[in-house]
């Protein structure tokens, strides 16, 4: 059976420039430590470039941790990142209403945002489970 690539190490690579705020762990599906990375600005910056080398590591764990399907994770991944406040992402996912919700208060007040970036892996894998 063929491992089915559901992360990018390019979009790992990208988000890893802003990694010292925990971007590529969130999307690694690493909530804990992009929490930590957030708060510490990537352990002062020693794990943010330590993790330059760790992100092929990363994305095999994420490829075989999540299920492929419809819903790419690299696109709700960018929509998150850079339109999370106006509930794209969710909208990408079928999620009509939480996505409007989000639309007309910023993202709940960026508490759902915060909410989505622990849970989006969750959110996009059980979508393509449920398709298969």
Known sequence: MQQQDTHS???????????FLGA????YGKPVTG??????????????????????????????RFTAGETDYNVA?????????????????????TGIIYLFTGGLFFVGVLYDFWTLNTQVSLKNASRA
């Open 24 to 27: 590529h762990r969130f999307y």
């Open 77 to 97: 991944w960018i929509l998150l990142t850079f339109l999370g406040v106006f509930g794209v992402h969710r909208m990408y996912q079928g999620k009509w209403i």
């Open 35 to 64: 929490t930590i990375w957030f708060f510490t600005l990537g352990l002062l910056f020693i794990g943010w470039i330590i993790d330059l080398f760790l992100i092929p590591a990363m994305d095999k764990e994420a490829d075989l």
């Open 9 to 19: 190490k390019t979009i790992g690579y990208l988000l890893w420039i802003f990694g």
